[in-house]
């Protein structure tokens, strides 16, 4: 590795290596017949998502045997919380779209260090898109520095579920709904390139859903926020975040964090009893 290149490339290079061969594996059970099962709190999960994730588990580890791991499909080793860097794996984020043939969805992977996201990577396979980015390293897609492709003179594009579209809406926000992709990871990149201009996340989402994006949303100098706490930290004992918004326009920020607090606040809330946290 030449010595000027950035602290994080050799370990952005595990993972851009890595994704591309944990899509080719589950591009192997995409519309195909697939065995799935509901998990404990009703999420979907399939035989791909388990072959994903123990071919990422045994390739990464391989290579980084020093790094933790935390992953959607293995049970958590607290051991984690002692490491300095530690891989996050979603193998398949947006297991639903998966098994409804739906072409959005993504292997999402990042490495943590000290509780931040610096390297990432956010796979599209069957729609040929490959987002990535490290600490200080910028973004790319497809492999050519990421540049945001406004829509000229259109309102902004925003995706959110119902409830919170009915707060936007209250407040008078001029805007139109985007599309609601089914990988969390995948809708939140979409603000990096221009496609949305905002992306929002029920409170809930889990580290394995977001570190991937949040590199690349941060070195495209997009505000990522959980609205309760700032800048999501990661690695920590919980994964659990609360309500997220990914935002283009600055001037959207207000209203957006507004809607997302008034539907779902913030854990120890005196009202959080009464609210969904879907």
Sequence with gaps: MPAFAPPYAEDLELLRS????AGIIASGFFRQPVKSWSKENDSPVSEADILVDRFLAANLLK???HYGWLSEETADNPSRLDCERVFVVDPIDGTRAFLRGEDYWTVSLAVVENGVAVAGVVYAPARNEFYEASKGGGAKYNGEPMVRSR???ASPLIPAPGAVHQEMQAAGLDYERGPAYGSLAYRMVQVATGR???A???RGAQDWDIAGAAVILSECGLDFADVCVGF?????RDVRHGALAAISDMSLKPTVHAALLKVY???GDVSDQSRSNG
């Design 18 to 21: 890595s994704a591309v061969a």
């Design 63 to 65: 290579a980084r045997p």
């Design 151 to 153: 829509r000229a003179g």
């Design 196 to 198: 949305l201009d905002a």
């Design 200 to 202: 929002v996340a029920r």
């Design 232 to 236: 999501p930290q990661f690695n920590k």
């Design 265 to 267: 606040g913030c854990p």
